[in-house]
Structure formats: structure tokens, C-alpha cells
């Protein structure tokens, strides 16, 4: 978008999801959740349909990171 010749942040707010290494060298603002965990929720989730048990989920926290893109 900068080589468009829009303002960022001023023009346009950009914003990732992931928090992964790209969006902290663009200086992108973004949602840093716990992917680790997220994938021990899913594993969970199929193991309690196939076993037909309820075991408990990870509770997740998200944080938003705030850097130069908005």
C-alpha cells in the first residue's frame, strides 16, 4: 500500500492475527494467541467425540500487540 502511495496508519489501518516473526520485522500490529494451545483444544475436542468423554479445553487468552500499522 506504501507503494500505492497511502499513509500507513494514516490512510489505512492494517492489522495480522498471528503475531508470527513477519508481522514483527513489518511492524504490523496484530492478535498474539496461544496456537500451541489452541492445537491441544482441538486434539481434545476430536478425542471427546471419539470417546465420547467431555474432557476440559485450555482456556485461551488473547492480547493484541500494537505496532506502526494502525
Same mark, same amino acid.
Given at each position: 500500500?506504501?507503494?500505492?502511495?497511502?499513509?500507513?496508519?494514516? @490512510?489505512?489501518?492494517?492489522?495480522?492475527?498471528?503475531?508470527?516473526?513477519?508481522?514483527?520485522?513489518? @511492524?504490523?500490529?496484530?492478535?498474539?494467541?496461544?496456537?500451541?494451545?489452541?492445537?491441544?483444544?482441538?486434539?481434545?475436542?476430536?478425542?471427546?467425540?471419539?470417546?465420547?468423554?467431555?474432557?476440559?479445553?485450555?482456556?485461551?487468552?488473547?492480547?493484541?500487540?500494537?505496532?506502526?500499522?494502525?
Amino acid at each position: 500500500m506504501r507503494r500505492l502511495g497511502f499513509s500507513i496508519p494514516g @490512510d489505512l489501518g492494517i492489522m495480522g492475527f498471528d503475531n508470527t516473526e513477519v508481522a514483527h520485522l513489518l @511492524d504490523l500490529t496484530t492478535i498474539d494467541y496461544p496456537v500451541v494451545q489452541q492445537a491441544e483444544n482441538a486434539f481434545s475436542i476430536l478425542q471427546n467425540r471419539w470417546n465420547n468423554t467431555n474432557n476440559g479445553l485450555n482456556t485461551l487468552s488473547y492480547k493484541l500487540i500494537e505496532r506502526k500499522s494502525t
